[in-house]
């Protein structure tokens, strides 16, 4: 999960790059980059906070009236600086390329790019990979038209699998936006006066002053020249299946996703899973949100049930996001440093914690903990999302299948492991409805995979095996 931001329609771009990728700094941390085009490409890509890369004077050389960004959330590939998006080749016409998402056959493709094509992939990004797949096609056409560049995507949906929203400059000709056939990344588009931007969140586009116009669809491609002419087409048909772990944990709550409100689902959520702390009589006296990403659910849930809402646990705001760390070992040394507890809030209370989900339980048992010390008498635990118990292939850090504290515990179980007095999961059920409301009668579909999995993708059990033993062999890499 990363996030990526493109514009294109006026000179000297880099500073609404810089800007826009601070808005979504929260969906990678580990690397921020970013290319511009004028009459050359200018790159600046490095390891750490968008603040950390970009400074005055590499700002000054990335000029140009084209440019994308990236911040980097590595779910493939290592941690070092060959993997930072973006990446550009010269042949055809200059390409650059930032994405967002998890290419699952990025070991046969990059075989099969190497033996027939003769293009070398030097790292193990899966973006450089895309990068070169559409370039392969696109040099099969030779001459440049709209036409032969959305034949060259079409191309490249037939031969990647897995997801993938795509940003790239194609040379002196444009700029060029799409998405996989399910949609599963988000891809949202604006424009003002006579610029347009592409992004991963709304966000970005509202923080530089873009009416939204709409998300890209799935499997379409959008293409804007250098002239503002405007090409698009929807090169697939598949049924859309948006990542729902974007409502719940990973997207802004000021952001809207697929034209539903991040902060309105979370609040539904909220509401919903009032109902089963009412069926198991659950009483608290203060329902706390384990910040940030779970204030709305928890204020819902307290409205629901008449119980004072609280802010119990204050979030020291120069430690990263916890669930994006690369180790087990990093995330709970962070809770300790990143969240405090307001003892006089906490002292001799029936406290129920609400969080957004629970993956492996270490982190939460560690927040428990927390309770434990400042007084609480009795501490309940909420999550707003149901267990998590299968692999995400899609581009989130949950790939390793025994990492997944409900894959083999019940409920009691886990409830024991965390150390809480009492346990509550979200239904499946409750999450679906909470993300229908609001969109008139329009049916949704969403990737629920990592909760019942079923994915959108078809994939093999020897494909989810070498997933798990190359990001196993990722993470050893790390902790050396």
Known sequence: MCGILGIIGKD???????????????????AAGAITFGKKFNLKKGIGLVRNVFNKKNMARLEGDIAIGHVRY?????????????FYINSPYGIALAHNGNVI??????????KKELRYINSDCDAELILNVLGAQLSRFGKFNVNNLFAAVKKTFDAIQGSYSVISIIGENGLLAFRDAHGIKPLIFGRKENSFAFASESVALDILGYKIINDVLPGEAIFIDRKGNFSRKKLTNSF????????????????????????????????KL???????????????????????????????IAVNYREGLIKNRYIARTFIMSSQSQRISAVRKKLNPIRNVIDGKNILLVDDSIVRGNTSKEIVNLMRIAGARKVYFASYSPPLRYPCLYGIDMQIRNEFIAKEKSIA??????????LVYQTMDALLSSLQIGNKNEFRFFCTACFDGNYPTKVSENKFKEIEKDRIESKRHIQQ
């Open 12 to 30: 000297n771009l880099i500073d609404e790059i810089v800007t826009g990728l601070l808005t979504i700094q929260h969906r990678g941390q580990d």
């Open 74 to 86: 590595p779910t493939i590939g290592t941690y070092e600086e060959t993997e930072i998006q973006p």
């Open 105 to 114: 056959n990025y070991r046969e493709l990059k075989t099969e790019l190497e």
């Open 240 to 271: 859309h299946s948006p990542c729902i772990f974007e409502w719940i944990y990973f997207a802004r709550p000021d952001s809207i996703i697929d034209r539903i409100s991040v902060y309105e689902a979370r609040f539904r959520l909220g509401k």
């Open 274 to 304: 009032a109902e089963e702390i009412q069926k198991q009589n659950i009483k608290p006296d203060i329902v706390i949100p384990i910040p940030d990403t779970s204030r709305a659910a928890a204020l819902a849930l307290a409205e629901e």
């Open 413 to 422: 179980e886990i409830k024991e492991n965390i150390g809480c007095d009492k």
